[in-house]
């Protein structure tokens, strides 16, 4: 027994003794555990597994403890990634060193770590190309191309001016008289392009991809880029040829030339045939999302083979890509969070953290014109990117704006530094400044754009629109909103009510011009995307049963109101947060007097409540706050009376109650349209408190008379109107006087926020379940409400200063 003891393995590994080695003597990757050795438990850093796993979690603990401060003066994440990196270099930690010898066999300890960092910059570029707006980006027109040169060429023609100033007063122990140009070149090459996957990058975080300078942004950055690949191409072929071989340029330029029509002509075909064969509602098969990214792995491998910075290869594959649904949906729906939380915050920190700002203090002599030369070209660049806007007549804002992204630095800038430092074209204090320049660039420029932009001066200066001030002649331009195959029958019972036939007392009237927009989830963070339906839109879109079913519909209704209602479609595949832009910048564009957008609240066919839709209340919260004219909030219970048309004779009884106030007055306007319709029977009632206003501070109320009295004396004869005025004093009052009101009606037009002194709401702001509906259009889409009444809660167009 005793032999065969001494026989069996030992239960831990056996150190040596004969040299200084963390691990064991021969390599392994996975330790014992932190009680392999009782008196040096560091040494299970000797294996690859624990030690790969300090080194992330080092990372995340420290850009936790950074942004933890940083995010409440607005400044980006990427920072965050950055600072970590510095804290972990030679100033402070230097986990660089302390990792480089802790493996056996002379492995370096920081091999795994830079090959996951690498990993996760292909992954995260090559979802950058995947999600860019493939149309913003490459849009016709001067503007971006001009924008574009002016930033490029002048940049890098006056920078490259100043390559040989003072070359001579350049210390020999610092750098080499034949390589002091080539940094200055790279400085200025740097400075000089507008990387797009850096300002796709970008855009997403200030949530603006949809808006119009957020496209002006990605197409000037995209021909910025083009123009940077051709400099990057003939530099690099010009450098291999002198210093290298005739030869390997050859062979890189002709590889480059292969990879550019193997894109073009195999894998984009390829992509495109993945989305065509995949069925409607249906994923896209694994195998193939695994092997689009595969292929993108295999690009930045042969890049990086012939002499290119690495994640060029899987840029250019994620922009081969169509974006938006099927395929590129899918592939960030699947990558997006592991690229973007995981392995992009340690690629940012690994680059970093080989910087030593220690040297640059030491070297600040040397490096010194290379300062002044950054902050020469960022002015000039700025300059050349700002010019141009006002030349092209942009407000002066957004001019600002625009230069601002056109100098913006971000990951893939790191990635080029890194790549000169290795190719002995940088020094190490000229590389250690750049990441301290990109540090500040990532960290200023961002804040001073959000502190500059507002969606809602797009707004400012804009002409009334709203119902009310429409002239008798005008054409009512409704932009209705679908979010679900079910909104489709509460919009068209809507607009059935607002359309009437064309006869004596109306035949001076206008047109109702129907903008339908579709919106669309996108799964992932994919750039929104407009499609108008028409005779040009694609086949694969028209097959699509909630589109065909919606157009179908639209289709129906403009036929049975033909030559006074037209209909034209769009579908938005948006995100969430930037569902309430699309809405808006289309309404917009189309002069829209109202949104109708649904409520969110869900209904059974037999009237019960569902459920309740969190993301379509939010986008309509957002609306409230920034739609460019009047918006209607739709809660609509399916009752089966509004489902009117020209066969149909019933009548449906539409309710107004009003109370006063710019809401109010909007309400009544589009109650007078309804009214034209002769299967409507419309009332009107006034809720008063029974004490008489301070006429002379209060000049709404001189208003509300004024629409009341033109409603009454319009009207007044007519045998489908009617006009009541109820005294209510208290919550309750207000509460038994709505659900009155709403079991004597099909449909009630209120208004969402009323004048502070006409009625006495107490108790009744405190108990909103939906306060985008306001307290009477809350207490109609009440759950405990037993009518099937349907309501539209109506808020007039703000102005917007």
């Excluded at 008798?472 to 359309?499: A, V």
């Excluded at 930037?578 to 957008?597: E, K």
Aim: aromatic share 10%.
């Amino acid at each position: 027994m005793a032999d065969s003891a001494a026989l069996a393995p030992p239960l831990w590994p056996t150190l040596s003794n004969e040299k200084v080695c963390y691990g064991a003597a021969n390599f392994n990757i996975s330790s014992f555990g932190i009680l392999e050795t009782y008196k040096t438990p560091s040494v299970i850093f000797g294996y690859a597994l624990p030690l790969l796993e300090m080194q992330i979690s080092l990372i995340f603990v420290l850009i936790v403890s950074s942004h933890m401060f940083l995010r409440f003066i607005g400044i980006p994440q990427f920072v965050s990634y950055m600072l970590a990196g510095f804290l972990l270099g030679p100033q402070l930690i230097d986990l660089v060193d302390f990792s480089s010898d802790r493996l056996s066999l002379d492995l370096d300890g920081n091999a795994a770590l830079e090959g996951v960092a690498k990993f996760g910059m292909i992954m995260f570029t090559f979802l950058m190309g995947v999600k860019t707006n493939k149309r913003a980006a490459f849009q016709t027109g001067k503007r971006p191309i001009v924008i574009a040169v002016s930033s490029f060429v002048l940049t890098m023609v006056t920078g490259m001016a100043f390559r040989n100033f003072r070359i001579d007063k350049v210390d020999p122990l610092y750098m080499s008289l034949r390589l002091a140009p080539t940094e200055r070149t790279v400085i200025v090459s740097i400075q000089a392009i507008t990387l797009l996957p850096v300002v796709t990058h970008l855009i997403h975080e200030l949530k603006i991809p949809n808006s119009e300078l957020g496209r002006l942004a990605i197409s000037i950055s995209a021909f910025n880029d083009l123009l940077a690949f051709i400099n990057l191409m003939c530099v690099s072929y010009i450098g291999t040829y002198r210093y290298v071989s005739p030869r390997t340029a050859n062979r890189d330029a002709a590889a480059m030339i292969i990879l550019v029509l193997v894109i073009i002509f195999i894998i984009r075909p390829a992509a495109q045939r993945i989305v065509n064969i995949t069925p409607e509602g249906k994923s896209v098969r694994k195998l193939y999302l695994y092997g689009t990214i595969m292929t993108a792995v295999a690009a930045s491998s042969y890049t990086t083979f012939f002499n290119q910075i690495h994640v060029l290869g899987a840029f250019m594959v994620g922009m081969a890509i169509p974006d938006g649904p099927p395929l590129g949906s899918a592939l960030e729906a699947k990558f997006e969070s592991l690229a973007t939380n995981v392995f992009f915050p340690i690629s940012i920190a690994v680059l970093t953290m080989k910087g030593d700002i220690i040297g640059v203090l030491y070297a600040f002599d040397d490096i010194s014109f290379n300062i002044f030369l950054v902050g020469f070209t960022l002015v000039l660049k700025w300059t050349a990117s700002f010019v141009p806007c006002l030349i092209f007549k942009l407000p002066t804002r957004e001019s600002i704006i625009i230069a601002m992204i056109m100098n913006y630095k971000g990951f893939v800038d790191l990635c080029f530094i890194e790549g000169a430092l290795n190719k002995w074209n940088l020094s190490h204090a000229t590389y250690t400044f750049l990441m301290m320049y990109v540090l500040m660039n990532a960290g200023i420029l961002p804040t001073i754009v959000k502190a500059l932009y507002d969606p809602k001066r797009k707004y400012i200066g804009y002409v009334k629109r709203d119902v009310m001030h429409l002239k008798s002649n005008s054409d009512l331009k409704i932009l209705t909103c679908l979010h679900r195959p079910d909104n489709i029958s509460g919009m068209i019972s809507l607009l059935q009510l607002l359309s009437s036939p064309l006869n004596n007392e109306n035949k001076d009237k206008g047109v109702i011009a129907v903008t339908v927009l579709h919106l669309v989830k996108l799964a992932g963070r994919a750039f929104p995307i407009l499609v108008p339906h028409d005779k040009r839109s694609k086949p694969r879109l028209l097959q699509n049963s909630y589109i065909q079913t919606m157009m179908l519909a639209f289709n129906e209704f403009q036929q049975e109101n033909l030559g006074t209602t037209t209909v034209n479609s769009f579908t938005a595949f948006s995100i969430d947060n930037l569902m309430d832009q699309d809405i808006c910048n289309l309404a917009f564009d189309h002069l829209t007097s109202m949104i109708i957008t649904p409520s969110g609240r869900k209904w059974s066919p037999d009237g019960s409540y569902e459920s309740d839709d969190v993301m379509i209340r939010r986008v309509n919260m957002s609306l409230l706050d920034r739609a460019p004219c009047s918006i209607g909030v739709l809660n609509s219970r399916g009752h089966r009376k509004l489902k009117i048309n020209k066969r149909s004779k019933g009548t449906v009884k539409v309710g107004v109650i009003f109370i006063g106030g710019k809401d109010d007055w909007e309400a009544v306007s589009i109650a007078k349209w309804m009214r034209q319709n002769p299967s409507v029977r419309l009332t009107v009632i006034r809720f008063l408190s029974g004490q008489e206003p301070d006429k002379s501070k209060n000049w709404e109320y001189l208003v509300d008379n004024e629409v009341l009295n033109d409603l009454k004396s319009t009207y007044a004869s007519a045998e489908n109107f009617s006009y009541t005025e109820t005294i209510i004093k208290g919550g309750p009052a207000v509460t038994t006087a709505v659900r009155m009101a709403a079991e004597e009606n099909d449909l009630m037009i209120v208004g969402r926020d009323h004048d502070e002194d006409s009625l006495d709401y107490s108790g009744l702001v405190e108990w909103m379940e939906l306060p985008e509906l306001g307290v009477i259009g809350d207490l109609l889409a009440s759950k405990e409400l037993e009518t099937r009444v349907s309501v539209l809660v109506v808020k007039q167009q703000q102005q917007h200063e």
